[in-house]
């Protein structure tokens, strides 16, 4: 085939693409091979190969086009994680969408330390466009580039690197439901409607005349509203906020070793921020304990390697959380067995995950890492301060799953599910465990539970993705947007 016939083979390829992504290689004869190629260039001159990761229509004149860049095929392969580095980078351009001429480059960017991720475009609309680095293997997202763009000049005014706006927390105050949480640069206040009710009255990005930071603790003290970042001091009371340098910041802050003796275990020392540990400190009946959680017990030194409780009221004594036996995972996790986790090759662990006192009893859901080698059965347990015994239990619908939330009620224990695994893992939604009955009930949350909560009889999930209100049956999905200028806005979605 000649020269000429492999350009215009190439340009009519080009012109056949719809929306959607592709992962075809742009033929170096094409004319956008062409126009692209100098950009990554101009970033690594030994970028040669040119993939289409996606194509999405802007308008009805452009389309905006997320390509992968890597050199040649080397063989051997590149011999150390700089040189595979070096060697691979992501373009967003807009083209035109007859002639496939490129209009403007958005962005080009290299892969950084994580070489096992793409890019995908998560929002487009005539004002920005939102692109999500994901994980290859696990799907789960590294980050996200919002880009406030200006179509008809052909420019990017404004870039934001974030996360998805997570929800910390939620609380009642001033008879309405407060969401506080944070995109991982900057935080944000979501007023809800009263208790019960679903509408947003107000989305604050900044509060008393300064921006709102990420809050590492809630508190709703009489009458008022008190939000703690790192440095700062947040207060709502009488509808009027102030804001004030936090006098608690040294909690906050990782000061190296943290003495265990300050919480009834003087063998043990921490490399948290006291605030963490403080966290795990409870009160149940006339005792104190300390939870001896995989957030701690992960970055302690001394103690004990299993799970359990320190009871600290008048000399440190351990109660050990007992651990599912090999027959309980084989039972109820068949597909991990069939993957190869056999008795001799598997290391099955159980840590507490988040808690809630109720009464006399400890209630908490079980975590555990899920892979190379290692596993576990989820469950939901219990501790009986008087008896000092411990009831745990395997639901199959919580068995494959570590929990991340818990709401404990008169008739129920809710929990949030999550995969413990290298990257992220993907979320498992909501399940309502009776009490009596031992029945289970699952709702679909495509985010990381954080938090759950109840007003009003609706119950409010604070995920890694905004806030989801379950009224029954119906699910609302309230998403906290990034607005230019640093402004924040919220979208609210049935699912």
């Known amino acids: 085939m000649t020269a000429r016939r492999l350009a215009v083979t190439a340009l009519l390829a080009c012109l056949a693409w719809g929306d959607g992504a592709w992962g075809e290689t742009l033929p170096p004869q094409s004319r956008l091979y062409a126009e692209l190629i100098p950009h990554f260039r101009a970033f690594q001159h030994d970028l040669a190969r040119l993939v289409v990761q996606e194509r999405r229509r802007v308008d009805a004149a ?44 958005v962005d080009v960017f290299p892969t950084g330390r994580r070489l096992d991720y793409v890019v995908k475009i998560r929002d487009l609309t005539p004002e920005r466009l939102v692109i999500a680095r994901e994980g290859g293997t696990y799907g789960d997202v590294h980050g996200l580039v919002t880009y406030f763009w200006d179509l008809a000049a052909g420019t990017v005014p404004e870039r934001l690197v974030h996360e998805h706006f997570a929800i910390t927390d939620v609380v009642e105050h001033d008879g309405a439901v407060w969401a506080v949480g944070s995109d991982g640069t900057r935080g944000g206040v979501v007023r809800l409607g009263a208790p019960g009710t679903t509408p947003v009255a107000e989305v604050l990005a900044s509060v008393a005349g300064q921006p709102v930071p990420p809050i590492h603790e809630v508190r709703v003290e009489r009458d008022a509203l008190v939000l703690l970042g790192a ?69 302690a030194q001394g103690g004990p390697a299993g799970a359990g409780l ?18 309980t995972f084989q039972k109820l996790r068949p597909r991990r067995v069939a993957d190869g986790y056999t008795r001799t090759d598997t290391r099955l662990e159980t840590e507490i995950g988040p808690i809630q006192v109720d009464g006399r009893r400890i209630w908490f859901g079980t975590t555990f890492y899920d ?23 395997h639901p199959r619908a919580v068995a494959d799953w570590s929990s991340s939330a818990i709401l404990v009620e008169a008739d129920a224990v809710w929990l949030g599910l999550v995969h413990n695994t290298e990257g992220r893992g993907p979320a498992g939604g909501l399940v309502r465990w009776d009490r009596k009955t031992g029945d289970t009930k699952r709702v679909a949350i495509p985010a990381a539970i954080t938090v759950i909560r109840r007003f009003g009889g609706l119950l409010y999930l604070g995920t890694a993705d905004g806030l989801f209100i379950v ?15 640093g402004g924040l806005r919220t979208t609210l979605a049935p699912r």
């Open 62 to 105: 452009r389309d905006v086009l997320v390509v992968e860049a890597t050199a040649r095929v080397m063989d051997p392969p590149a011999p150390s994680v700089e040189e595979q580095m070096r060697q691979h980078a992501f373009g967003v351009f807009v083209i035109d969408r007859a002639t496939s001429r490129r209009r403007f480059t």
């Open 371 to 393: 892979g190379e080698g290692t596993s576990g059965v989820g469950g939901i347990g219990s501790f009986d301060v008087d008896t000092r015994q411990w009831q745990l239990v």
């Open 231 to 299: 440095t700062t001091r947040l207060v709502r009371r009488g509808g009027r906020w102030e804001a004030s340098p936090n006098p608690e910041a040294a909690r906050f802050r990782q000061r190296g070793m943290v003495a265990g003796a300050a919480f009834g275990v003087p063998a043990v020392s921490f490399w948290v921020p006291e605030a963490l540990v403080r966290r795990h400190v409870i009160a149940a009946g006339a005792r104190t304990f300390l939870v001896w959680a995989s957030a701690i017990a992960a970055n």
């Open 310 to 327: 320190w009871e600290i009221d008048g000399g440190a004594r351990f109660h050990a959380m007992p651990a599912p036996a090999y027959e």
């Open 471 to 485: 009224d029954g049956s119906t699910t609302t999905h309230v998403r906290v947007i990034p607005e230019r200028g």
